[in-house]
């Protein structure tokens, strides 16, 4: 079965740092380009950020440039996203997201971050 | 990268059409064969609907389409079921990253 699961979502204050982790399994995660992609709480997706297969391109929103590093480990079918410097407005669900060609056509269950003093 | 434009809402009855809008700019919707749609219900992971436009991943109901004129995109779902009732975003490529719509909540009434 096709799988993407987060993990490493939590309480954390504002200034803080946070990684989430994302395990693939049931396909050959070293070919598909991934992206992180958040819902905060009674809204809409936003995009966060995209990394090629290869990782020799990574772009990121605006909102999270120069806070957020989107990075992957090929061997160990997993996917990373350092996020520094956190807002409050950082609030959301974090999705992983497979990229099939232009579209997001697998989505793991998503992992909570909550940015609060 | 500004967000695409969606009406917060629309709805029909069982067996009826409904047609989601989604308006975006010449450098994302109107550039690019790009875009797509999801399906999201409360508390579950967006589902891939529509992706380039027109085309239904493999288990999507043909009552699903997709078109797109000029900026705008649009998402159709013919003979609507209740099973339908859920919040729709669009969303589209835009060179170096990607944008999504507010997203909809069809209802079905």
């Known amino acids: 079965e096709v799988q993407l699961v987060e993990s490493g979502g939590g309480f954390v204050q504002p200034g803080g740092s946070l990684r989430l982790f994302c395990a693939a399994s049931?396909?050959?995660?070293?070919?598909?380009?991934m992206n992180w992609v958040r819902q905060a709480p009674g809204k809409g997706l936003e995009w966060v950020s995209y990394?090629?297969?290869?990782?020799?391109?990574?772009y990121y929103a605006d909102s999270v440039k120069g806070r957020f590093i989107i990075s992957r480990d090929n061997a160990k079918n997993s996917l990373y996203v350092q996020m520094n410097s956190l807002r409050a407005e950082d609030t959301a669900v974090y999705y992983c997201?497979?990229?099939?060609?232009?579209?997001?056509?697998?989505w793991g269950q998503g992992t909570m971050v909550t940015v609060s003093s | 990268q500004s967000a695409l434009t969606q009406p917060p809402s629309a709805s029909g009855s069982p067996g009826q059409s409904v047609t989601i809008s989604c308006t975006g700019t010449?450098?994302?919707?109107?550039?690019?064969?790009?875009v797509s749609w999801y399906q999201q219900h409360p508390g579950k992971a967006p589902k891939l609907m529509i992706y380039?436009?027109?085309e239904r991943p493999s288990g999507v109901p043909d009552r699903f389409s997709g078109s797109k004129s000029g900026n705008t995109a649009s998402l159709t779902v013919s003979g609507l079921q209740a099973e339908d009732e859920a919040n729709y975003y669009c969303?589209?490529?835009?060179?170096?990253?990607?944008?999504f719509g507010g997203g909809t909540k069809l209802t079905v009434l």
């Open positions: 380039e436009v027109t």
């Open positions: 010449s450098s994302d919707v109107g550039k690019y064969n790009y």
């Open positions: 969303s589209s490529y835009a060179g170096t990253a990607w944008v």
């Open positions: 990394i090629s297969f290869r990782s020799d391109t990574v």
């Open positions: 997201a497979r990229n099939k060609v232009y579209d997001f056509d697998i």
């Open positions: 049931g396909f050959t995660f070293s070919t598909y380009s």
